[in-house]
Nanobody, 127 residues
Framework: QVHLVESGGGLVQAGGSLRLSCAAS????????MAWFRQAPGKEREFVGG????????NYIDSVKGRFTISRDNAKNTVYLRMTSLKPEDTAVYYC????????????????????WGQGTQVIVSS
């Protein structure tokens, strides 16, 4: 089983940038597809983007394309979410999630596909 810990959240002004990290332990990290989700107050958890086990595939929701970038360092057992041009509507708790992946494919955008979750890190974007 893999254990996930997010970090890097905080308060930032609109237009600013943040980089979130998700450190994994307890599993063979290259065997996992990874994803980032977010949940704003009063809203359902939504898929932000994901990255395949070997970084060949990345996919994002439309609202973050061109602003957010997901990457991973399999040697460091870490996945990153680089967020730029942040908007107040990006305010949410951000979660990383993992699923075992035996082949490299685009990651699924649905939360139920991911059995492993971190505790979340808060991102607040002020206007």
């Amino acid at each position: 089983q893999v254990h996930l810990v997010e970090s890097g959240g905080g308060l930032v002004q609109a237009g600013g940038s943040l980089r979130l990290s998700c450190a994994a332990s307890g599993g063979v990290f290259p065997n996992y597809a990874m994803a980032w989700f977010r949940q704003a107050p009063g809203k359902e958890r939504e898929f932000v983007g994901g990255i395949s086990r070997n970084s060949v595939f990345t996919n994002y929701i439309d609202s973050v394309k061109g602003r957010f970038t997901i990457s991973r360092d399999n040697a460091k057992n870490t996945v990153y979410l680089r967020m730029t041009s942040l908007k107040p509507e990006d305010t949410a708790v951000y979660y990383c999630a993992a699923k075992v992946s035996t082949v490299s494919t685009p990651v699924p955008p649905t939360a139920r596909d991911y059995p492993y979750w971190g505790q979340g890190t808060q991102v607040i974007v002020s206007s």
